[in-house]
């Protein structure tokens, strides 16, 4: 198996951390960002195959720098993990407008910053692979997460795109659709961040959902080792798929949101197909 050099965005914490883990494990080598690599080595401890670097995504000069110190340590990067994310949850009208660009920032651009730093040497190298973290939030809108979702499914039309743009230098591209998982992204304070604005029609069901997604975190039925070890598996075996829908609950999700679809194509298929100049 080949020793590969692993790029990892969002490594202190979460499912960066058993990402990390879980390709170290393999015997390839990692470079581990955070916004302080002193968070990193203590999440990961030492290793000589590991590289800490502090990154902040949404800084396009420090993703070139990051990438640089990579390239500097290991002489190549075989394979990009786009995982850095936030959640900023709640209804559109109690997102602030500030808030809503700041998510756009980090999950969409940050991604782009980090990719767009890397893609030169993975062209001179004429090989490579880019794996972005989206979420189910990404391919199924869903109440409570408008700002969210708006920069998943983002990032599902670019990594979409990209895989054009790039498959001729031999580089592929997966997107990585997670359920609920039992990660950090739920801790208040740490990943999520509950609207500024408040709106008394909106007042009631803001309260409700904020405690019953406070009172999940830490029962979510996925298990982020399993999934970082099945993210391995797929980079070691060299042929990505452009989707993997991570869990059994989004895959189910996904089924009954592609039957709806089908329901309404049928439901205007005459309509449709008459939208054409007449012959």
Same mark, same amino acid.
Do not use: C
């Given at each position: 198996?080949?020793?590969?050099?692993?790029?990892?965005?969002?490594?202190?914490? =979460?499912?960066?951390?058993? %990402?990390?883990?879980?390709? /170290?494990?393999?015997?390839?080598?990692?470079?581990?960002?955070?916004?302080?690599?002193?968070?990193? #080595?203590?999440?990961?401890?030492?290793?000589?195959?590991?590289?800490?670097?502090?990154?902040?995504?949404?800084?396009?000069?420090? $993703?070139?720098?990051?990438?640089?110190?990579?390239?500097?340590?290991?002489?190549? %990067?075989?394979?990009? !993990?786009?995982?850095?994310?936030?959640? &900023?949850? =709640? &209804?559109?009208?109690?997102?602030?407008?500030?808030?809503?660009?700041?998510?756009?920032?980090?999950?969409?651009?940050?991604?782009?910053? !980090?990719?767009?730093?890397?893609?030169?040497?993975?062209?001179? *190298?004429? +090989?490579?692979?880019? %794996?972005?973290?989206?979420?189910?939030?990404? @391919?199924?809108?869903?109440?409570?997460?408008?700002? &969210?979702?708006?920069?998943?499914?983002?990032?599902?039309?670019?990594?979409?795109? /990209?895989?054009?743009?790039?498959?001729?230098?031999? %580089? +592929? #591209?997966?997107?990585?659709?997670?359920?609920?998982?039992?990660?950090? @992204?739920?801790?208040? =304070?740490? +990943? #999520?961040?509950?609207?500024?604005?408040?709106?008394?029609? &909106?007042?009631?069901?803001?309260? *409700?959902?904020?405690? $019953?997604?406070? =009172?999940?975190?830490? @029962?979510?039925?996925?298990?982020?080792?399993? /999934? $970082? *070890?099945?993210?391995?598996?797929?980079?070691? +075996?060299?042929? /990505?798929? @452009?989707?993997?829908?991570?869990?059994?609950? !989004?895959?189910?999700?996904?089924?009954?949101?592609?039957?709806?679809?089908?329901? *309404?194509?049928?439901?205007?298929?005459?309509?449709?197909?008459?939208?054409?100049?007449?012959?």
């Amino acid at each position: 198996m080949t020793n590969n050099v692993w790029f990892i965005t969002g490594s202190a914490r =979460g499912m960066g951390v058993d %990402i990390a883990t879980a390709a /170290l494990a393999a015997g390839h080598s990692v470079v581990a960002t955070a916004r302080d690599a002193a968070n990193v #080595t203590a999440a990961l401890g030492e290793h000589d195959n590991l590289l800490p670097v502090s990154l902040d995504i949404t800084n396009p000069a420090a $993703a070139r720098a990051a990438a640089d110190a990579a390239v500097d340590r290991f002489g190549r %990067i075989d394979v990009l !993990v786009n995982n850095a994310g936030n959640f &900023y949850a =709640g &209804y559109f009208e109690n997102i602030s407008e500030t808030q809503l660009r700041a998510q756009m920032e980090t999950n969409f651009f940050g991604p782009l910053n !980090v990719t767009r730093a890397i893609l030169p040497m993975m062209r001179t *190298q004429r +090989s490579g692979q880019v %794996i972005t973290v989206t979420s189910a939030a990404g @391919l199924m809108g869903q109440e409570f997460v408008a700002a &969210y979702a708006a920069s998943k499914f983002a990032l599902e039309g670019w990594m979409e795109s /990209l895989r054009f743009d790039v498959a001729p230098f031999g %580089i +592929s #591209t997966m997107a990585v659709e997670p359920g609920f998982f039992r990660t950090e @992204l739920l801790v208040e =304070g740490s +990943s #999520t961040i509950w609207p500024e604005l408040e709106i008394e029609d &909106y007042a009631e069901r803001t309260a *409700q959902t904020i405690a $019953a997604w406070k =009172g999940m975190n830490g @029962l979510q039925g996925g298990d982020p080792k399993k /999934l $970082a *070890q099945a993210l391995v598996t797929l980079s070691d +075996s060299g042929d /990505l798929p @452009l989707r993997f829908l991570a869990g059994a609950d !989004v895959m189910g999700g996904v089924e009954q949101n592609l039957a709806t679809i089908q329901g *309404q194509i049928d439901a205007h298929r005459d309509l449709s197909a008459s939208l054409n100049f007449d012959a």
